[in-house]
């Protein structure tokens, strides 16, 4: 029997089937419990009102631990297996990803005017890109960051820039090889630097249908 040959692009369709995967167990799993625990909960605490009011606030304090943790599964589920299909999905899914790194992450993001361009399986490489490096950065301070997604000549530019604060600070938190195996799926050059504390991700690709 012969063995199938193990390329950059069936390693990344591997990781996006076991992704996709994981979100659906998430969702049909963990998601749906949580949902019915709130609902159970909301039940309960109309009876605490009447039977046990003295408990009330305890009630309120959970049932708000509990959306916030049904809020972390459901962000979870999108980042696993994001609705990713033009430039503008790509778009929101990095702002939500961004808003989920709370205040140890400020991004500015700039992207061109037909986002429409990027098509389905590029939209979700180049988040990717960014969703893998943005998540290598430490968050030990507020770091500032910008994503410039730009058109030009037949190719999509995105270029990631993060200040870390830290000249010392190695590349070793981000996982290279998975990025470059993404780029390598669209056929995109990619360039990563490191100097006096600047992170720049360069990444390109040709428009394609």
């Given at each position: 029997?012969?063995?199938?040959?193990?390329?950059?692009?069936?390693?990344?369709?591997a990781?996006?089937?076991?992704?996709?995967?994981?979100?659906?167990?998430?969702?049909?799993?963990?998601?749906?419990?949580?949902?019915?625990?709130?609902?159970?909960?909301?039940v309960?605490?109309?009876?605490?009102?009447?039977?046990?009011?003295?408990?009330?606030?305890?009630?309120?304090?959970?049932?708000?631990?509990?959306?916030?943790t049904?809020?972390?599964?459901?962000?979870?589920y999108?980042?696993?297996?994001?609705?990713?299909?033009?430039?503008?999905?790509?778009?929101?899914?990095?702002?939500?990803?961004?808003?989920?790194?709370?205040?140890?992450?400020?991004?500015?993001?700039?992207?061109f005017?037909?986002?429409?361009?990027?098509?389905?399986?590029?939209?979700?490489?180049?988040?990717?890109?960014?969703?893998?490096?943005?998540?290598?950065?430490?968050?030990?301070?507020?770091?500032?960051?910008?994503?410039?997604?730009?058109l030009?000549?037949?190719?999509?530019?995105?270029?990631?820039?993060?200040?870390?604060?830290?000249?010392?600070?190695?590349l070793?938190?981000?996982?290279?090889?998975?990025i470059q195996?993404?780029a390598?799926?669209?056929?995109?050059?990619?360039?990563?630097?490191?100097?006096?504390?600047?992170?720049?991700?360069?990444?390109?690709?040709?428009?394609?249908?």
């Amino acid at each position: 029997m012969t063995e199938a040959p193990c390329t950059a692009a069936s390693l990344v369709q591997a990781l996006e089937r076991e992704r996709k995967y994981l979100a659906e167990e998430l969702h049909e799993g963990l998601c749906q419990n949580l949902c019915g625990l709130s609902i159970q909960l909301k039940v309960l605490e109309r009876r605490c009102m009447v039977e046990a009011p003295a408990i009330k606030e305890e009630f309120v304090a959970l049932q708000q631990t509990l959306e916030q943790t049904i809020d972390q599964a459901r962000f979870l589920y999108r980042s696993l297996y994001p609705p990713v299909t033009d430039g503008a999905t790509m778009a929101q899914a990095i702002g939500e990803f961004v808003q989920s790194k709370g205040g140890s992450l400020e991004c500015d993001e700039s992207f061109f005017d037909d986002p429409a361009k990027i098509n389905p399986n590029q939209a979700l490489i180049f988040f990717r890109i960014a969703q893998e490096t943005l998540r290598g950065i430490p968050a030990k301070e507020t770091v500032r960051a910008s994503i410039v997604l730009q058109l030009d000549n037949g190719l999509i530019n995105m270029r990631i820039a993060a200040n870390l604060h830290d000249s010392q600070l190695s590349l070793a938190p981000i996982p290279l090889e998975i990025i470059q195996l993404h780029a390598e799926r669209i056929g995109a050059n990619l360039k990563m630097t490191l100097e006096k504390g600047q992170l720049v991700v360069d990444c390109s690709a040709s428009v394609s249908a």
